[in-house]
């Protein structure tokens, strides 16, 4: 280390007096990787436990809201998901509450999160985090079993965002029914139904 820094203030040296003609940026190159004969290791992995509350695979900790009580409360939010079978271009609205699940025919819907951003705020989105479990045969000789084909946010304003993909089932988020205080039009979350 100790001749890399030497070799290094001659570099320095000679450049500053007027040598850089003489000595290239290759040759300086040259000059410092041949300085080294020490062999440079890895560094070693350092051992440390999973925190006790991440140890649990039941269900993800809770992020706490930057201002508790703002805006209608989780599970009063009411969000309205489209639906389409393509097979039979059959189309459905399902509006549910955050923490309902939903079968219809052979897909399961799963509404863990609605939001909405606030009206002060400049971008707009509207999101929701949707699960969708679809029961299907994955080979020709075998028996139809549900598989979970999507687990994340969908977003109304973005829909290419996040999408599901799956060869009969389209899913996307149509709205989520929820107000913040000040809101002249707000709209009170309806009774979830199916249509």
Known sequence: MIR?????????ASVSAGASASVGPAAMLLMLSACGDEQV????????EIPEELQTADAPPTMATE???VGTPMDERVATIGLVNKRNNETRDIEMYPGEARRIDDVIIRLSA????????????????VQVIVNERRAADDEAQW???FSGWLFKESPSLNV????????????????????ENASAPAEPSDS
């Open 147 to 149: 598989y979970s084909v």
């Open 41 to 48: 290791r890895a560094p070693e992995a350092e051992e440390t």
């Open 67 to 69: 201002v508790e009580g």
């Open 114 to 129: 609605c939001e909405r951003t606030a009206p002060w705020e400049e971008l707009q989105q509207t999101g929701a985090f």
């Open 4 to 12: 890399l820094r030497a070799a290094w203030a001659n570099v320095s």
């Open 164 to 183: 599901v993909e799956h060869p009969v089932y389209d899913v996307w988020l149509k709205d989520c029914a929820m107000s913040f205080p000040g809101e």
